[in-house]
């Protein structure tokens, strides 16, 4: 929180809390020196309790503002990402080409950007959609003085969602004159450009008792796609083939076959890799007719797939030529298409920002304050042209067949061999089949490249108001209830937003026009590329969305000291607030019905939460000026909530720690917090919204061997999947699955609890060097995710583990009658529930040091800062189901598409700054560990049979170093330049192939975009 102006006469010794606990991201949050001096009491983020010095049992690091203009980075999370305490977050920045999406998020210690709460001057900010999650896109960089980053549960002092931390930016809100800055960056690879201006106005007025700064802001960020990075991009990969070359680069070492037609290729360097893509192609892929001479085929149908020449056709069915006019067995990967060219690998970004913050005297005894916000975002989603799939109809004389040989009679030995009545479902409607009606139904994977890109545009306004007064009241008497203060406020924030869709097509529209229209020909011929553009006119879609979200907060305090106690002052903390936010999400009304394919299909949602809660805090002085002992303070705070849910009711969070300063040299500090979560509207309320996740279905080809067993098989058979497909590739052709997920109104709390025991030293002999050194150790209970922890796991859980058809985990898999597939119309169904665990534990080390030269380029001699943070990640485990504690996920040290990210065991940030006169160079080393898949690494380390690791292409993801250069130059006072250089060394980012999330890699973790170089110039008046 930001800091209160009130001296102290009282000598405290610098370097026991915020300013070296992880402060080694910029050099304001470093003090010059650790001797004893006049200090100032402050407010530090993780308390309320302003105090002498900046003690605190709480590690907090801090990244300075001029961190943000050495790193080129206009939007904060690129920042916050590359700090060691963050794993990227996958949907939530430039890489994130996901609906919804078009917003940027913060990930602190892998637990979700819901599970860390994002502050500006100590109070919430704006939030967004139904899972009431800020969007850093709306944080104005040229304002921030510095960021408090606290890493351990806050709920006592900051309320729900503070389950790993805090992230606390502090505002310049005391500015005087005007400032201009103008920013532009690209990247090598494609010369992208990014421009970012700012232009900040402020002033003192009323003779000093008042100021008012206004800042606005413009980014305008260029699109890349795939098809532009086409080296590692352009392709969609896929793990194909392992070759003796691997061996060298430790990746695999054994020959498997190449898959017919195919090569195997060395996709980004990584042998191995094959060129694949989706199994639903613009040529059309037709499934669901028995393979010739099968026990489900039929002597007519047999001399009907011998005329067509389809005797070799196997589980893909077949396939046309781009004219219609020739029928032939599917292939893969031949036939697949590729998804990656027209995809965004960084989606465009357009940015208006206004912020003022203002402030005024009243009396001496009250300081009224105003802040306000308004942002409009304009992000553009974009990717590849819809696909469909199911089962659909079709007239068995169809006429778009009738020169083709054997192919309408393969339609009608279909109707012919149909013994029942079959419901075919279309979207929102559906149609009786009945045996020798004149209709056969196929299964279709069709791409409609006829119909274009699909395309999202997400406006997105924000405003936001917070309206205070604070204030000294000083003293009930000289020795009790003294330096009493107050801060009483409200805000008031509300997010509008509308995304427009392109690309969609109505399938009960597109069924139809599949159907003559009594002796006219069907308005699609979907065999071949073939469809007309009346044909797309018809089938097509748009649809406009509206989410809208809005958060208001009350809030009280009253800080100040008890009573003087031996050791120092008995300080205190109370205070009440009351928080209300809400959200609704109006899906188009052919999102809303399912009757659409493109974009995902979902249910409205709206709901609200409020909260009533008191808090307190205490920090008492035990022991000072002892030998080892010069001071032993205990601190604690705890903050009940009462939640109008079912689920929730009222809770109680709490803290409690020590802080140990043995000397000036060496310090000690400890704390437990227990902290929790309440469910969000998307958590509670959330309507169900069709997505597709990368995931492995155990019934088809992609189950290793070793699960292969008749208990999976007839579990497979029991869930839908015909006997005669179970293992085979068309249970599952694409490496995505389709599922629907919603919220649950029963679920309740998330609940954690943090540990922390450090050591800081600051060395009088030194009196430039800081060290910390801080374990953590954080347990989440009752995580709010979805069934099973996802649907991967889901999956996993009812076929390898559970093996229960009655399940709720098997209960949640519906499958296409015909093929078996978890494909559309057939979903998986997974909910929110309070089903899973996490926890996490590690070190963070962060030292700085500073050395004094004689010499310098301007003849004053120059300074060399260096400065480092790293984090060593011990555990992190996720279990899906507490209910099955024995079924773990350990994911440090892994990546893949179940535990996510890569979650490295290491990761480091070092900076050198040397500074001469105006002049300032500056190189910055970042460092991700390697990672390893987890389809090896989690049941090796469960003691179960993972597959062979010499069988796998690209197991292992080597560690990434990467080198920025930077600099600045002041010329006069009025004027300074700034540039740099980002990735010098141009790497690509480490491709892999079927465990990727999006683009061949991990582009939230991993620079995608090459070496960037970026230019800038400060202009101010004086």
């Known amino acids: 929180m930001i800091g209160r102006c009130k001296h102290r006469r009282r000598a405290a010794a610098l370097g026991f809390g915020v300013v070296f606990a992880g402060s080694t991201l910029g ?80 990930n602190l210690r892998g637990f979700g950007a819901s599970r860390n709460l994002v502050l500006v001057n ?85 003779e000093g008792r008042g100021n008012a700064v206004v800042s606005v802001n413009y980014l305008n960020r260029g699109a890349i796609t795939r098809g532009e990075r086409g080296e590692w991009a352009y392709d969609s990969l896929s793990d194909g083939c392992v070759t003796p070359a691997s061996a060298s680069r430790n990746h695999a070492g054994v020959p498997v076959a190449v898959p017919s037609g195919s090569t195997c290729r060395a996709a980004g360097g990584v042998p191995g890799l094959i060129a694949g893509g989706s199994g639903d192609i613009p040529n059309g892929r037709f499934t669901g007719v028995p393979i010739f001479n099968s026990g489900t085929s039929t002597p007519g149908l047999n001399d009907a797939l011998a005329a067509a020449g389809l005797t070799g056709m196997g589980s893909r069915g077949f396939t046309f030529s781009d004219d219609g006019t020739t029928v032939r067995p599917a292939l893969t990967p031949q036939d697949d298409f590729n998804l990656g060219p027209d995809n ?59 020169d083709i040989p054997g192919m309408n009679e393969v339609l009608r030995q279909l109707d012919l061999a149909e013994t029942r009545p079959t419901t075919v479902t279309t979207g929102s409607s559906s149609r009786v089949n009945n045996p020798n009606d004149g209709f056969a139904v196929i299964n279709v994977g069709r791409r409609l490249v006829e119909v274009g890109l699909r395309e999202n545009v997400s406006d997105r ?6 309206l205070g007064v604070r204030g000294d009241i000083g003293d009930v008497s000289e ?47 979907i065999f071949g590329q073939n469809i007309s553009e009346a044909g797309v006119d018809a089938i097509a879609i748009g649809a406009t969305n509206s989410t809208e979200a809005e958060l208001q907060v009350a809030a009280a305090t009253l800080s100040g000291q008890i009573i003087d106690l031996p050791a120092g002052p008995l300080a205190f903390s109370l205070g009440a607030e009351w928080r209300y936010a809400s959200s609704q999400f109006v899906p188009d009304e052919f999102l809303r019905s399912g009757d659409v394919v493109g974009f995902n299909p979902g249910l409205p949602t709206e709901g609200d939460v409020t909260a009533k809660e008191i808090f307190g805090e205490l920090r008492i002085p035990l022991l000072g000026g002892l030998p080892f002992i010069d001071d032993l303070t205990a601190n604690g705070a705890f903050r009940m909530s009462d939640y109008d849910l079912e689920g929730v009711g009222k809770v109680w969070t709490y803290l409690y720690g020590l802080d140990w300063r043995l000397n000036e040299d060496v310090a000690f500090r400890g704390q437990f917090q227990r902290a929790i979560r309440a469910p969000n509207v998307a958590d509670l309320y959330g309507g169900l919204r069709q997505s597709v996740e990368p995931a492995t279905d155990p019934c088809s080809d992609k189950q290793p061997a070793s699960g292969r067993t008749d208990d999976v098989r007839a579990l497979c058979v029991a869930s839908g999947v015909p006997a005669a497909s179970v293992f085979t590739a068309g249970v599952q052709p694409n490496t995505i699955i389709p599922a629907l997920f919603g919220g649950n109104p029963e679920v309740g709390e998330e609940e954690s609890d943090t540990r922390t025991f450090g050591i800081v030293v600051t060395p009088q002999i030194l009196p430039k060097l800081a060290v910390t050194l ?56 997974i909910r929110q529930a309070n089903t899973g665990g996490l926890e996490t534990s590690g070190y963070d080390l962060s030292a700085r040091y500073g050395f004094d030269f004689g010499f310098g380029l301007f003849g004053n001699g120059s300074t060399l800062n260096i400065s480092t943070a790293w984090t060593k990640t011990n555990e992190f485990t996720s279990t899906p189901v507490q209910a099955f504690p024995n079924v773990k996920n350990l994911c440090v040290g892994s990546y ?60 292992r993801l080597d560690s990434q170093n990467y080198l920025d250069f930077s600099f600045s130059y002041e010329w006069g006072q009025q004027v300074e330049f700034f540039g740099g250089v980002n990735n010098l060394a141009d790497d690509d980012p480490p491709v892999v192939g079927s465990a990727q999330i999006r683009a061949n890699t991990w582009p939230a973790t991993y620079d995608y975009n090459g070496r960037t170089m970026f230019i800038g110039m400060t202009v101010r008046t004086l």
């Open 27 to 106: 050099a304001a949050a470093l003090a010059q020196d650790t001797q004893r001096a006049e200090v100032e009491e402050v407010l530090v983020t993780g308390s309320r309790i302003a105090r002498e010095g900046i003690d605190t049992s709480t590690p907090v690091s801090v990244i300075g503002g001029e961190e943000i203009k050495l790193s080129g980075a206009p939007n904060v999370e690129k920042i916050l990402s590359d700090a060691p305490q963050f794993v990227a977050s996958t949907n939530g920045g430039a890489s994130a080409n996901t609906v919804p999406g078009g917003t940027a998020d913060v």
């Open 896 to 955: 893949g598409t179940t535990c996510g990210e890569p979650i490295p065991e290491y990761k480091g940030v070092t900076r050198f700054t040397w500074t001469t006169g105006p002049l300032s160079l500056s190189l910055r080393h970042r460092f991700i560990d390697d990672v390893t898949v987890d389809r090896y690494l989690l049941p090796t380390r469960a003691g179960t049979t993972a597959p062979a690791y010499a069988d796998l292409v690209n197991p």
């Open 774 to 829: 801080d374990y953590f150790d954080i347990t989440l209970d009752g995580a709010i995710a979805q069934l099973g922890g996802g649907l991967n796991n889901t999956l996993n859980l009812c076929f390898n583990v559970i093996q229960d058809i009655d399940s709720e985990f098997c209960q949640a898999i519906n499958r296409n009658p015909v093929t078996g597939e978890i494909s559309v119309p057939y979903y998986a169904e």
């Open 461 to 466: 306004n924000v405003w936001r108001m917070a």
């Open 122 to 206: 100590g109070r919430r900010f704006a939030i967004y959609g139904p899972e009431q999650v800020t969007d850093l896109n709306t944080i104005p960089t040229a304002l921030i003085a510095r960021t408090e980053v606290v890493t351990g549960g806050s709920s006592a002092v900051y309320g729900s969602d503070a389950i790993t931390g805090v992230v606390n930016f502090i505002m310049r809100d005391d500015f005087e004159g005007v400032e201009a800055t103008a920013q532009t960056s690209y990247d090598s690879p494609t010369t992208t450009p990014t421009y970012n201006i700012d232009l900040t106005v402020g002033g003192n007025f009323a």
């Open 479 to 525: 020795n009790f209830l003294s330096n009493l203060a107050y801060d009483v406020y409200y805000t008031f924030a509300r997010t509008e937003e509308t995304s427009r869709q392109s690309g969609n097509v109505s399938r009960s529209r597109f069924a139809s026009a599949l159907l003559m229209n009594g002796s006219a020909d069907p308005l699609l011929n």
């Open 344 to 402: 965004y690998l960084q989606v465009p970004q357009e940015r208006w920002m206004v912020n003022a913050f203002s402030h005024y005297d009243f009396t001496d005894k009250a300081t009224g304050y105003l802040e306000f916000h308004f942002s409009n975002n304009r992000v553009d989603q974009q990717l590849a042209p819809t696909n469909i799939s199911g089962p659909f109809l079709f007239n068995i004389n169809n006429p778009y067949l009738a």
